[in-house]
């Protein structure tokens, strides 16, 4: 599944694409902390058959990326699903609505696997409400933290 819009081309992946590698390594080297987990989990292949990496790229360059995954951060009595998760864009690409075009594609993987809601942890402030998503609330978190989740209706 791609979305190629004026030089973004948004990547739907699992294990054995050909942007798999070179997104670990993106994700592995940039300046987001939690990159680096994420770059683990791709070089171990610790994604679900269903769960999915999407990357976006900009004239061929790695410029973001997010997951679409069964779980995020919450504890298991939680039945939410499914997340949008380590959502990611380079310094040098934000304002280019990269965020949304990553968020529009995992919604759209969601919808095709039946799906009529999306959901995304955060603790960003009125960045997912302009996306379309609405706060459900304060949840603790599997790292005894507590974070703000999102959902989104979907069709």
Same mark, same amino acid.
């Given at each position: 599944m791609d979305l190629e819009v004026a030089g973004i081309d948004i990547?739907?992946?699992k294990n054995g694409h050909k942007y798999w590698k070179a997104t670990a390594d993106f994700a592995m080297n940039c300046s987001w902390r939690a990159g680096?987990? *994420?770059a683990k989990l791709m070089y171990e292949n610790a994604f679900a058959e269903e769960e999915r990496v999407l990357v976006a790229l900009v004239d061929g360059n790695i410029a973001g990326f997010c997951t679409y995954? !069964? !779980?995020d951060e919450l504890p298991e009595e939680y039945d939410f699903t499914p997340f949008i998760g380590f959502m990611f864009v380079d310094e040098k690409y934000r304002g280019n609505r990269l965020s949304e075009k990553l968020i529009q594609a995992a919604c759209n993987q969601a919808a095709n696997d039946g799906f009529h809601r999306m959901y995304i942890m955060s603790g960003e402030i009125g960045l997912y409400e !302009?996306? $379309?998503f609405t706060? *459900? $609330?304060m949840y603790k978190t599997i790292?005894?933290?507590?974070d703000q989740l999102f959902v989104k209706e979907i069709n």
């Open positions: 990547q739907v992946m680096g987990y *994420l995954a !069964k !779980k !302009k996306y $379309g706060f *459900l $609330g790292y005894d933290s507590e």
